[in-house]
């Protein structure tokens, strides 16, 4: 069983920063895929952003891939998403959520993933 807990939301200015974190606990993240969703108010959830354990493989979104950063330290078991350049539309609720990774793991796809944080909440002021 693995524990999830996101950190680093928070409110920000349009053109500023956050890095969010993704913590896990019971177990660490040996063999998993990471990855960032999101999900603003009455949207569906959506895919950001995602590494692997293997070969630190990185996936981005096309709307985030410009100003989002996904890296992890192993020794912390912790992942981060710097996020750059902020938007208004990148309010929502961010998600970590991490998945057995096997070979026909899919990152993109919310279904993959078998262990889910609570979110941390973003919200971008213009």
């Known amino acids: 069983q693995v524990q999830l807990v996101e950190s680093g939301g928070g409110l920000a200015q349009a053109g500023g920063s956050l890095r969010l974190s993704c913590t896990a606990s019971?177990?660490?993240?040996?063999?998993?895929?990471v990855g960032w969703f999101r999900q603003a108010p009455g949207k569906e959830r959506e895919f950001v952003s995602a590494i692997t354990w293997s070969e630190e493989t990185t996936y981005y979104a096309d709307s985030v891939k410009t100003r989002f950063t996904i890296s992890r330290d192993n020794a912390k078991n912790t992942v981060y998403l710097q996020i750059n350049s902020l938007k208004p539309e990148d309010t929502a609720v961010y998600y970590c959520a991490a998945g057995w990774e096997t070979g026909f793991f899919a990152p993109r796809r919310s279904r993959s993933y078998n262990y889910w944080g609570q979110g941390t909440q973003v919200t971008v002021s213009s």
């Open positions: 019971g177990r660490t993240f040996h063999s998993y895929c």
